[in-house]
């Protein structure tokens, strides 16, 4: 399984971004679907996910401002973040688990993609 994460970017506070993940050499539908984030010198941080039967979660700091979402026809997973702060500054990453649920840690996660950079000004 491959995973590409993108729509990061330069924001101003206050705004909205949609990551997108697109997946390949699986299927949204079968995988149990995640994103995280993290700077430097952190642990990788649960931000959201989605399991295979579409139970969500959301890490609860950040609950309110996030919608995740995934598109079976396209074969990618989506990530809405409202009110930006500067201190949702981070690489985040998508990633996909093949076990019966869904985790908020990481290392449950056997894929991985490279990331995209989102950079929140103030």
């Known amino acids: 399984v491959q995973l590409q994460a993108s729509g990061g970017g330069l924001v101003q506070a206050g705004k909205s971004l949609r990551l997108s993940c697109a997946l390949s050499g699986g299927s949204v539908s079968s995988l149990n679907m995640g994103w995280f984030r993290q700077t430097p010198g952190k642990e990788r941080e649960f931000v959201a996910s989605l399991s295979r039967y579409g139970q969500i979660v959301y890490e609860d700091s950040l609950n309110g401002r996030l919608y995740i979402s995934k598109e079976p026809t396209k074969n990618m997973m989506f990530l809405q973040i409202d009110g930006l702060k500067p201190e949702d500054t981070a690489i985040y990453y998508c990633?996909?688990?093949?076990?019966?649920?869904?985790?908020?840690?990481?290392?449950?996660?056997?894929?991985w993609g490279p990331g995209t950079l989102v950079t929140v000004s103030s």
């Open positions: 990633s996909a688990r093949t076990r019966a649920s869904s985790s908020t840690w990481h290392k449950d996660y056997e894929f």
